[in-house]
């Protein structure tokens, strides 16, 4: 096939100030019957002139002069580029944005991009944001090339200022998407439940355990109480009437001068016997005294000894009590810090995956819009950069 009939890209062309390189796409098979019409040779504007001649002042504002370096661009005749287009076998329409609803004529939409080209590129967002990134970005890019081929440079223009301002615009409105919106939230917020869910039960369990702890403490205090009450009432009993067995043995003294008052009642000296008696009672008194106060002080001193033995085991009760809720609040403590560090980890582990996934996403378009725009031999700019052109 004669490939006059389709206009090429030179090799050493430059687009914006920078080296690119163009692929030569040939037309797709011909259907049953169908023809190619021939294709008017592009126009060759001299690097001399400084303005394209035939073409008005909207254009002349927003084409690349012909002073630009090295800018020996083939362009077409403005009259021959929408009229004498080689037509393309069914099947071949541009899918998303080649519509006459969606797309102006090309002369419509250089007076549009001269008067503000972010109300004619955005004026497209809405018909693109519906469809998949990669899908939005080789539609884009196969209407730009279709158009280069076929001459329509001011298509081919249009199709790439809005493929750049569809990486900006579409490039943030992601990235924001990606950094706020997280397809693992919904796996936080449930470890999160979880978390909280667990905290509450084991406070509960916790509180449950102290309380059950307590009573039984109370309860061991109390029936460690009654049972030395008891025991203080047994030992008293047998300690009184084991005193009260004991008898009064009276000292040598009080028996001699017992002795020697039966002698002188004996001998009828009645009143040596009665001096000795006056001296003898309170001989007797004395020594019983000394002997009930002994009595009492055994019987304290049994007594007491009990008591302090009870105290310690009381004491000794409460200290045991006292270590066992020292014991279990470290325990909680642990298993706190334990169920905490286990779940955080869990929380921070998923908050990490979202955040790997969003990184990986916003690489993943990188790549995308980065592949397409090499493809395209394009670079991306900000729509400052489209309205200063």
């Not at 991009?113 to 884009?140: D, F, K, M, T």
């Not at 019983?288 to 000894?305: A, D, H, P, Q, Y």
């Not at 033995?309 to 334990?338: C, H, N, P, W």
């Amino acid at each position: 096939m004669d490939q006059e009939n389709y206009p090429q890209k030179p090799s050493n062309s430059t687009h914006t100030g920078q080296a690119a390189s163009f692929q030569v796409m040939h037309p797709p098979p011909l259907q049953n019957g169908q023809t190619f019409q021939k294709a008017p040779k592009p126009m060759r504007v001299s690097s001399a002139s400084t303005k394209y001649t035939s073409w008005n002042s909207a254009e002349q504002a927003y084409l690349p002069s012909a002073s630009t370096p090295r800018g020996k661009t083939a362009l077409p005749s403005p009259r021959m580029s929408s009229a004498a287009k080689t037509p393309r076998p069914p099947g071949s329409q541009l899918s998303v944005l080649s519509t006459a609803s969606r797309v102006p004529s090309a002369a419509t939409m250089l007076v549009r991009l001269q008067e503000n080209p972010r109300v004619v590129v955005e004026s497209q967002l809405p018909h693109l944001l519906g469809a998949s990134n990669a899908v939005i970005l080789r539609e884009l890019e196969s209407e730009r090339a279709i158009a280069e081929q076929d001459g329509n440079l001011i298509l081919a223009q249009v199709r790439t200022d809005m493929l750049r301002a569809f990486v900006e615009h579409t490039g943030k409105e992601t990235e924001r998407a990606l950094g706020s919106s997280n397809d693992h939230a919904p796996e936080i917020t449930e470890k999160v439940n979880q978390y909280r869910t667990l905290m509450f039960d084991f406070t509960n369990m916790w509180e449950e355990t102290f309380r059950e702890y307590d009573e039984k403490a109370e309860n061991a205090i109390q029936g460690l109480q009654r049972e030395h009450q008891q025991h203080y009432e047994e030992v008293e009993s047998l300690a009184r009437s084991e005193l009260a067995a004991k008898r009064l043995h009276y000292s040598r003294k009080v028996l001699n001068k017992r002795e020697e008052l039966e002698r002188l009642i004996a001998l009828r000296q009645y009143k040596e016997a009665d001096r000795i008696r006056k001296d003898l009672i309170p001989m007797e008194e004395a020594e019983e005294s000394r002997f009930e106060e002994s009595l009492n002080t055994t019987l304290v001193s049994r007594i007491k000894t009990v008591r302090r033995s009870q105290e310690a085991k009381l004491e000794a009760l409460k200290m045991r009590i006292v270590q066992g809720r020292e014991d279990m609040m470290l325990q909680r403590r642990t298993d706190y810090f334990k169920l905490l560090l286990k779940h955080a980890n869990g929380i921070e582990d998923a908050q990490q995956t979202a955040k790997r996934h969003a990184a990986n996403e916003r690489k993943t378009f990188s790549r995308q819009v980065n592949a397409m725009l090499l493809r395209s031999a394009t670079k991306p700019v900000h729509f400052e950069d489209l309205m200063a052109s």
